[in-house]
């Protein structure tokens, strides 16, 4: 980005970057970040959440370099820990942009002209909330993991609060968004507080508070690589490999839809996810049957006020989707192989 840009211009994007225990990846993901090519000035407020690793003195470094640019936050206790959104209570209030863009120590951008092409887009369809674009997938290494896997199925076009309750709760890889700044605030400390103790992921809980106040435009072009780090760590492709999948994204709707009614007077309804993740957790009890299993099921249908309904719900939703089983089969398989166990 031309020094005089950046000099001159107001603050147009606010770039987000959360970081812990990143030392090995950082760089890489701040040098994307820094090789923009944009026609307006933008910021990268880097927030490290007290990592014992050398990440914090990386971003000592970047910060000294591209003092214009780079905002560190280096926590000394760790603030993920507390169930603090650091999103509303660091990088908004710091933040000067009227957009606000993504990316994790540990992913990077792939396109030099990722924040023009995004911002173009919005400034010139004021309907959208936000945008976002396809991504690959990468291991700690750089290497290209199986196209587009996981990601791959969002594809270009119009994604609605409709399309977040029932068909799928993500737009998009986090490095992959931008939104008006307005799409997550909060006027309300108090609702700010609760929305960070949602028992959720942060992009999924961003995704609900962005469908709510409007739509997102997802377009094609892959502009970004997410790593999924399966081999320890602390990132969230690490997690995986050490919960139920399929039960976390359950209570996730669960937790979304109680914040939604009692702080927001909204009402959510991910009834339709919530049959689906239940499918799901039944061909995996009969595939495989153990006890953690079959208790999972059995939560997953003790939610539902009408036993006789879900059950009907259930059995249509193998009839309609009868892959399903074939699908939890496959996912096991590669389960397997990518983390070492089932």
């Not at 640019?69 to 603090?84: A, D, G």
Request: hydrophobic residues 35%; proline residues 3%; positive net charge.
């Amino acid at each position: 980005m031309c020094d005089e840009i950046q000099a001159i211009n107001k603050i147009m994007v606010s770039v987000s970057c959360l970081t812990y225990q990143h030392e090995k990846y950082l760089r890489q993901a701040l040098d994307s970040m820094l090789r923009q090519k944009t026609s307006f000035a933008y910021e990268i407020i880097v927030h490290d959440d007290a990592s014992t690793d050398t990440t914090a003195a990386i971003i000592r470094e970047y910060a000294g370099k591209y003092p214009e640019i780079i905002k560190p936050i280096l926590q000394r206790e760790n603030q993920y820990s507390q169930h603090v959104s650091i999103t509303h209570k660091f990088i908004l209030p710091a933040a000067r942009g009227k957009y606000i863009a993504y990316c994790e120590g540990d992913d990077y951008w792939t396109d030099p002209y990722k924040l023009q092409k995004q911002v173009d887009f919005l400034e010139e369809h004021p309907e959208y909330m936000a945008t976002s674009h396809e991504c690959w997938e990468v291991d700690e290494k750089g290497k290209m993991l199986s196209s587009r896997y996981f990601y791959g199925y969002r594809k270009r076009g119009v994604y609605t609060l409709e399309t977040h309750q029932k068909k799928r709760l993500l737009f998009g890889q986090t490095a992959t968004l931008m939104h008006r700044r307005e799409a997550i605030e909060f006027s309300d400390p108090e609702a700010e507080d609760k929305f960070g103790k949602i028992k959720a992921t942060g992009d999924v809980k961003k995704a609900m508070l962005i469908s709510l106040r409007g739509d997102t435009y997802c377009c094609e072009e892959v502009m970004s690589h997410h790593r999924r780090i399966y081999a320890g760590g602390d990132s969230w492709s690490a997690q995986l490999s050490k919960i139920n999948v399929n039960r976390f994204v359950f209570d996730e709707c669960l937790a979304m839809q109680d914040f939604a009614k009692d702080v927001l007077g909204v009402k959510l309804n991910y009834s339709k996810l919530l049959i689906l993740y239940t499918t799901i957790a039944l061909g995996k009890t009969i595939i495989k049957p153990d006890k953690d299993k079959w208790d999972n099921f059995q939560y997953m249908c003790s939610v539902f006020p009408n036993k006789t309904s879900v059950a009907f719900k259930i059995m249509l939703t193998l009839l309609k989707y009868p892959f399903l089983v074939v699908t939890t089969r496959v996912s096991g398989l590669r389960h397997r192989l990518l983390y070492g166990k089932a």
